[in-house]
């Protein structure tokens, strides 16, 4: 639109997400420049090792139909000390039913904990014609309970290296905006769209 | 092949898998009439609430590749109480995050439990080039800790309703493959693959 807002398609199934990066991408300038969709179109999604090949598969699987610029978002919580990186890609079905519950009785009494946030998106940026990454990641530990009010998904447990001792669900909403996996993710690709303007 | 065997590609990237199905094949007169080959091609695997979808998304991606029938074969382990389902289509993944240990830490010291094994064929039958499924199940308890040598995947903690003393691994390979949910579907397979020959 020439003149005016460029649209920009979030592709998403979930609403918190779409709330969270459309607060992130409101309080950016960005907003002047780019007019934030949400899309339900329902992309492809592989099982794989790591999210990276998840939102790429995605992204491919949908750009051809809207044919504008477009994005997902794959985030991901890794145990990875003691549980190997579970849940991992696969952290919507494992929250949905064994939850936070199940993730502390697998930890049990161990205590050294380890423990990432990821996020990865992946931009079908129309006017090169191309897809970008913007990773994100924030490490931490995990609480020996659930804590919290704030947050969704596997927010009560995680202890951000950060704010060691308070949980991603009792950090106000503005600071995990500032410091999440998703966040980072999001600068990377807001820099991204501010320099290619 | 006129006069000769027909092919039948078994495609997967388990070959505990195809060791299995080739015994079930061998040990019925199919193999009189169709050879059956093992296939590494790599199908798309999606992630989706129930086996059915990923077996049928798996074959579709595939089938235009060898032009000949051929037969993916996906099984989950559902823990129905009291994890919900957990670890259902994802159960390899599951396994070699967290194990067998893992499920039997979730379970803890609950005493009533409810478990089924489900196997999902999705065959291309080139014939009359059309998709046809094929499901077994085996329903059961999960035992109190690991037992047993034969078997892999989550089977050292599985007691089949038939076999209630014993889990999967204790059973012998030869009557596992009689009731096992694998065995089952692939007898339905061998039916059809009978009343089409």
Do not use: W
Not at 65 to 88: H, I, M, Q, R, T
Request: hydrophobic letters at 35%; charged letters at 25%.
């Amino acid at each position: 639109m020439k003149g005016g807002k460029k649209y920009i398609h979030f592709i998403t199934g979930n609403i918190h997400k779409f709330n969270e990066v459309s607060e992130i991408f409101n309080k950016s300038n960005l907003n002047q420049k780019y007019k934030l969709f949400h899309s339900n179109l329902e992309p492809i999604e592989i099982q794989a090792d790591n999210l990276r090949d998840v939102a790429v598969f995605k992204i491919k699987s949908v750009k051809n139909k809207l044919n504008e610029s477009c994005f997902v978002e794959d985030a991901g919580f890794f145990v990875d000390e003691p549980l190997n990186g579970f849940p991992g890609v696969y952290s919507a079905y494992v929250h949905k039913t064994i939850g936070n519950e199940g993730i502390l009785k697998l930890i049990g009494e161990e205590s050294k904990t380890c423990a990432h946030f990821e996020s990865v998106i992946a931009l079908y940026f129309k006017p090169i014609n191309e897809i970008k990454i913007f990773k994100g990641e924030v490490s931490g530990k995990i609480a020996k309970k659930m804590r919290g009010n704030h947050g969704f998904g596997f927010d009560p447990i995680f202890l951000p290296d950060t704010f060691p001792d308070k949980t991603f669900s009792e950090i106000s909403i503005e600071i995990k905006n500032k410091i999440s996996h998703r966040s980072q993710a999001f600068n990377k690709l807001e820099d991204f769209l501010k320099q290619n303007l």
